[in-house]
Every structure is written in C-alpha cells, then in structure tokens.
C-alpha cells in the first residue's frame, strides 16, 4: 500500500508541475487541461495517505508537497466560481437590449442534426456560431436560415468548417487565416436592433493533443493574433469558440492581456463542455471573452446534441459609456510583449502533418 501511494503521489506531483513549463510540447500542455481532475484526486491520495505516512518519510514527505499543489490549484480554480466574485448582472442604465448568443462544436462527424437545429428553433438566439461544420452540416442547417439572413460560411472538411448565422444585421463580417490557411476565424460587426453595434470574433484553433498537433504553437499563435487584432477595436468586442485551452491556463492569461478583455467565467463558474460523454474528463474549452462595455448576464451550457461538445450559450448587454469593469482588465508587461510576438510567429512557422490530408473519423 505504501509502495502504491507513493507511486500515486510522485505521478499527481509531475502532472501538477509539467504545466509550470512553457514548453508546447502536448506533454506539458495536456496536463493544463486536468487541473481540476488532478486536485480532486490529490485529495483523495492526500486523505488517505495521512493514515498510512506515520513513519514513513518518502510519503509524509510526497504529501506536504502534495498539500502545498492541493493549495494553489484551489487558489488558481476558485476564481471560477460563485465563491469569487458577487456580480450584479441586472441590465445596465441605458444599455442595450439583451442579446443573446450560442457557440458550438457540433463535431464534423456527428450526424444527429435535428438536435440542433431544435436547439435554435426552440432558443431562437440573436446568433450562433458552429465548428467543425463541413458541407452537410451546411445543407442541413438552411432549415434555420430563414430566422437568421445573416451568416458566413467557411465549409471545410478538415474538421475546422465554421459557420456563423445572426438575426442581427452584420454591417462588415472577414474570414481570417491567422496561422494557417485551413485554420479559419470569423469576426463580424454587428448592429442590434436597438442600434448598439460590437464586434464578435468566433475562433476555433487545434489542440495540443497526442492524436492531433504535436504542439500548442499553431493554437497559441492563433488565439493571440485573435487578441493583437481585438485590441484594436474601439467597440464592444465580444470572443467566443473552442479554445482548445482553460481559461487558467498561462497562454490564456497571455491572450487576456493582449486583448485587455474579460474572461467571462471568473466569479461564475466553470462550465465544462468537453467531453460530452465522459464526465470525469470534462474541461471548459469552449471560453467566452469580453470587452468593458459588455455586461455579461449569463453564461451556461445546454444538453448534448450528439456532439462531442456541450453547445456554450450566453446573453448579455451593451453599455458603451461603462467604466466599472476596468479592474478586471489585466495588461501586458514589457518581456509579455516579446513573448506573444515570438508565439505568433512560432505559430506561422509550425506545419501541421495532422491536415496534409482530409480528416477522417479515425483520425480525430
């Protein structure tokens, strides 16, 4: 039993370290992803490792640094929480109406379309977005088309297929190839219908995983080429998408800064919405970002529709002239903007082996 936990300890103790590298390797980035598995079971082998380390050195040992990772992983996650933050989110004076919005992976190879397309017959949101949407993804939502006369649509079968439908007016909409030229991210100025206008960026990177990129470098130089080009609007912006990252995660702090917005999440909660089938695995992938001006009032995830993806719904409000918000806001230091500049063109440089060819399902 000694021999067991101390192999248990030393292995939670490398996946609590391995993300302190900034190596891109999927190795010290997958680990980043299982924060929250991680402490729940240091706490378990913690537990039970207090009736068993009474002269054992190695354990008693393993456990004080076992305790000290169990501290700062409830540190780092609180903030996503209810415990962390009280929000007042009421509608703001002389805000917008609500607008409200939905973000999907539907997973290219999933067939069950009427689950969606009841999903939005029945939620009827201002606009979504879906990824991994490829061509029959596309016939089968024209069923919703005459709800939403607004939309771009980038239909690929590389599993990276994005289509964005709106009931709001979009006044300027760019499809935009940051890192790779399968790698699409839409950005859309829209108007509401109490003419309040902001910016939507819908983005979808690949993941640093061991069936997929070798490294984060494509999904990291994309998300901050996201944040440079954020920045640089002086209207509402709002980010939503597959991340292919946790919002703990360092290159997120990096993408936060860079953007100067909001990380929806904190002093709300977690919301996971990947694996939709294995619950113990579930990580919130599928983030939402703001800028000031925008009051997030709710943000939540919806049923599965068959998808590897739990849809990630949210609604809010516009308040153009707001300053409350600005402590949240963190900003780049001077080394962090040589860092982001240099991931950038990391990104650009990284050829990716994984879509030479088009997917298939026994490839994802």
């Known amino acids: ?3 067991l936990l101390c192999f248990l300890s030393i292995f939670l103790l490398i996946l609590s370290v391995l993300p302190f590298s900034k190596n891109q390797h999927w190795i010290f980035r997958v680990p980043e992803f299982l924060m929250l598995q991680i402490t729940i079971l240091q706490v378990i082998v913690f537990g039970i490792s207090w009736f068993w380390a009474k002269g054992e050195t190695l354990l008693f040992v393993l456990q004080i640094f076992q305790l000290g990772f169990i501290i700062y992983h409830v540190f780092t996650l609180i903030r996503f929480s209810k415990f962390y933050k009280n929000k007042d989110h009421r509608r703001p004076k002389h805000a917008s109406e ?24 029945k939620e009827q949101p201002d606009f ?5 949407s490829n061509s029959d993804w596309e016939k089968a939502m024209r069923v919703v088309e005459k709800d939403y006369p607004f939309s771009e649509k980038v239909t690929l079968e590389n599993t990276y297929g994005m289509h964005f439908y709106s009931k709001l007016e979009i006044l300027e909409v760019k499809t935009h190839y940051f890192v790779a030229d399968d790698l699409p991210s839409i950005e859309a100025k829209l108007k509401t219908k109490d003419g ?22 494509e999904r990291d130089g994309d998300l901050l080429s996201i944040a440079k080009k954020v920045k640089s609007h002086k209207i509402p912006v709002l980010v939503s998408g597959d991340f292919n990252n946790v919002a703990w995660a360092y290159s997120s702090q990096l993408f936060r800064k860079t953007s100067e917005l909001i990380d929806a999440r904190i002093g709300r909660g977690i919301f996971a919405t990947f694996h939709a089938k294995h619950w113990f ?3 919130p992938l599928d983030l939402l970002y703001h800028s000031k001006e ?3 009032k709710e943000i939540f995830t919806y049923p599965s529709i068959g998808s590897d993806h739990f ?6 409000f516009i308040d153009r002239e707001n300053d409350e918000q600005k402590e949240e806001i963190k900003t780049l230091e001077n080394g962090e903007i040589h860092e982001v500049n240099q991931l950038i063109e990391e990104g650009k440089k990284e050829k990716s082996d994984n879509r030479e060819e088009v997917a298939t399902e026994d490839e994802i």
Request: glycine share 4%; aromatic share 18%.
């Open 196 to 217: 309040y206008e902001f910016v939507f960026f819908g983005v979808h990177p690949p993941p640093p995983s061991p069936t997929e990129e070798k490294t984060s470098k």
């Open 128 to 132: 979504f977005i879906t990824m991994e």
């Open 98 to 121: 609500l607008v409200r919005g939905i973000a999907v992976n539907v997973y290219q190879f999933n067939t069950q379309f009427q689950k969606l397309i009841d999903l939005i017959t």
């Open 294 to 296: 925008i009051f997030v």
């Open 1 to 3: 039993m000694i021999e």
């Open 281 to 283: 695995f579930r990580v």
């Open 311 to 316: 849809p990630l719904g949210f609604s809010f």
